[in-house]
């Protein structure tokens, strides 16, 4: 009887020594939080890292018992090995961790996924937004690589980053707040570490905006003026997001219409101009030139060709682009149009960028663009001029047919990436299979119950 109890006992260590363990062991999965815990699934810990469960697959969320506020700066990052599947990333935002099912109806996901696409999606009452990212590159790899969240308290703004490299941008402290964590979306993947840094914002001069022009209003979002970050673009997330004033010029008159500008996070910020129909942002987009700053370059195009344009100097580089804890840089950027030559001059601060012939072109309303971006406009001065036309510093053309510069790669809509579902967020695969250790922990039962059986 002893014997048989000793065996009884034996099997039994072996078996809750093979039962999924939900916490996280810190010499395989490189981690500074706690709490670790799939949404009913399980989720364990091995020498090649944190790896997701069987029992989920699309949506396959494990998170920490660590939440953000927004009321401070924070910067998570994640390193993924994903071995097959579509896609996998981190995961903010998270209103309720009680069940997987209040998980996953307010969150935010950031994932690279089996397309070659790298993205962030929100889901708002268990209903899923558009997907807002782009393409990898020809030196990203959509298998191995590091996930980044850069939010900045001030502006309310998270920022996206594959591999230190910006993807897209984020506003709206409310969507931000919540737990933080990890997600594998009908993939197969290992977690290597997931890191939070929380530290208290960076106090920032207000800046109120200063116009001589009228009628300042969004187009097809809702811009606001601030009293501390001047005139900022809509918290709602665009790829094109436009604000004009009611002022509208025609090529009769010379004038100057300059904007002093910061970009908060994400792409590009810059001027609008020769739009005459801003009804819409579909109507904008009909007919337009666009003079924008992106992280290294500058450049103005028509009606979406090809830009011309040049890449960034030193001095004009923004240092906030690669350290959040510098200050952005302020971009002056000034159209100046000369009736008596029909001839448009492009600056950033002070710096010539082009000269090109612009009088079938200059008609229209002046505005502003937040490309892909989060945006502070400091300033907007417009005045009409009878100086003389200035020497050109460089030669003219007459149209922007000059070698496109070159810039990073510019964000555009994604198709909705889809992945392959069964019913219910199952795949085939799933459906009466059980994953190893299961398996395994079954043929021990049987085993333990033959030992018994045989000892009698």
């Known amino acids: 009887m002893?014997?048989?109890?000793?065996?009884?006992l034996i099997a039994v260590i072996m078996l809750v020594s093979c039962l999924p363990i939900m916490t996280v062991s810190a010499a395989s999965f490189d981690t500074n939080m706690t709490g670790w815990q799939g949404m009913e699934s399980t989720w364990t810990s091995s020498d090649i890292g944190y790896k997701d469960g069987a029992e989920q697959t699309v949506l396959d969320m494990a998170l920490s018992d660590i939440s953000v506020d927004g009321t401070k700066d924070f910067m998570y990052t994640v390193e993924v090995e994903k071995e097959s599947g579509y896609g996998a990333g981190l995961v903010i935002g998270v209103k309720d961790n009680s069940s997987r099912q209040a998980a996953i109806t307010n969150f935010v996901y950031f994932i690279a996924d089996s397309s070659d696409n790298v993205y962030y999606r929100i889901y708002t009452n268990s209903e899923d937004g558009s997907p807002h990212g782009r393409k990898l590159t020809d030196t990203e790899n959509a298998s191995s690589y590091t996930l980044t969240v850069r939010y900045s308290a001030v502006s309310a703004t998270a920022t996206f980053l594959?591999?230190?490299?910006?993807?897209s941008t984020l506003a709206g402290k409310d969507v931000i707040s919540g737990y933080v964590g990890l997600i594998s979306h009908d993939a197969s993947v290992s977690f290597k570490s997931a890191k939070l840094d929380v530290v208290e914002p960076v106090a920032k001069d207000?800046?109120?905006?200063?116009?001589?022009?009228?009628?300042?209003?969004?187009?097809?979002?809702?811009?606001?003026?601030?009293?501390t970050m001047g005139y900022m673009d809509d918290e709602l997330h665009a790829?094109?997001?436009?604000?004009?004033?009611?002022?509208?010029?025609?090529?009769?008159?010379?004038?100057?219409?300059?904007?002093?500008?910061?970009?908060?996070?994400?792409?590009?910020v810059g001027l609008m101009f020769g739009v005459p129909d801003i009804s819409s942002a579909d109507a904008v987009q009909t007919q337009y030139v666009r003079f924008l700053v992106d992280p290294i370059s500058v450049t103005y195009s028509v009606n979406g060709e090809t830009p011309a344009g040049r890449r960034l100097t030193d001095d004009e580089l923004d240092p906030a682009v690669n350290d959040p804890n510098e200050e952005p840089m302020t971009y002056v950027l000034e159209l100046e149009y000369y009736a008596d030559e029909g001839t448009a001059y492009l600056y950033i601060n002070e710096n010539i960028v082009e000269t090109f012939y612009a009088e079938e072109l200059i008609g229209g309303y002046l505005g502003l663009i937040a490309h892909d971006a989060r945006i502070s406009v400091i300033s907007a001065d417009f005045q009409y001029i009878e100086e003389a036309t200035p020497a050109p510093t460089q030669e003219s053309t007459e149209a922007p047919n000059t070698q496109a510069p070159d810039v990073t790669q510019e964000p555009t809509p994604l198709e909705t990436p889809t992945c392959d579902m069964g019913p219910e967020g199952t795949t085939e695969s799933d459906k009466g299979c059980g994953s190893s250790s299961a398996i395994a922990q079954v043929m021990l039962v049987l085993g333990i119950a033959l030992v018994i059986k045989k000892k009698k």
């Open 2 to 8: 002893k014997k048989i109890i000793f065996c009884f």
């Open 162 to 167: 594959l591999d230190g490299t910006q993807v």
């Open 206 to 227: 207000p800046v109120v905006f200063t116009t001589n022009m009228t009628g300042w209003h969004g187009v097809g979002s809702t811009w606001t003026n601030t009293d």
């Open 239 to 268: 790829l094109h997001d436009f604000a004009f004033s009611d002022i509208k010029v025609d090529s009769n008159k010379s004038f100057l219409y300059k904007c002093e500008m910061q970009r908060l996070g994400g792409y590009g």
